[in-house]
């Protein structure tokens, strides 16, 4: 039976209650989160920590306050089926292919099966080489936006690994 990690990030709200509701519905049916960075409120880190408790990976982004960066890292590895997970939120931006290099750069040396991370507010799923990488995009919603929609990553992990970006509406 794989392993549902619902991936988001780049939220940008003041409380956790904010998330939108398809999102919450989706961390709370998951067996683990992670968040990519960019909360900008510590109410929102305490209340994904609050709701799944060890089963909570995040990191901190370059728009978060101290606050959040005391009780986070920067970048975090886990494991999980035996596949190594590097998660980050690089500090500056660029286009896609940058960012893209820099995140495989961080983790050049970590023989790293799958890389995720966020800033970018644009979702991806791509392969570079035999790396997986996933960028869940922007995880707030706007009434009147230009750009990307909202999103979210959910990645299952078992011996192999599938993603899919899902936008939410509500």
């Known amino acids: ?12 709200i003041r409380f956790f209650e904010e998330l939108p509701k398809d999102m919450l519905k989706e961390i709370f049916d998951s067996d683990r989160v992670i ?6 409120s510590l109410d929102v880190l305490d209340g994904l920590i609050e709701a799944k408790g060890e089963r909570f990976i995040g990191v901190y982004g370059n728009a978060d306050p101290q606050s959040i960066r005391d009780k986070i890292q920067m970048r975090r590895i886990l494991k999980v089926f035996g596949k190594k997970i590097g998660i980050t939120h690089p500090a500056i ?3 896609e292919e940058i960012i ?3 995140v495989l750069a961080e983790f050049k040396n970590e023989n790293i099966d799958i890389i995720i991370y966020g ?3 644009d979702p991806s799923i791509i392969y570079k080489g035999k790396i997986l990488l996933i960028n869940p995009g922007k995880g707030y919603l706007e009434s009147n936006y230009y750009g990307s929609p909202t999103t979210i990553a959910i990645l299952l992990v078992s011996d192999r690994c599938r993603a899919k970006i899902k936008e939410i509406y509500s």
């Open 35 to 40: 968040h990519v960075g960019d909360y900008t």
């Open 119 to 121: 800033h970018t507010h």
């Open 93 to 95: 931006g660029g286009p």
């Open 1 to 12: 039976m794989p392993i549902k990690i619902t991936v988001l990030g780049d939220t940008h």
């Open 100 to 102: 893209e290099n820099k």
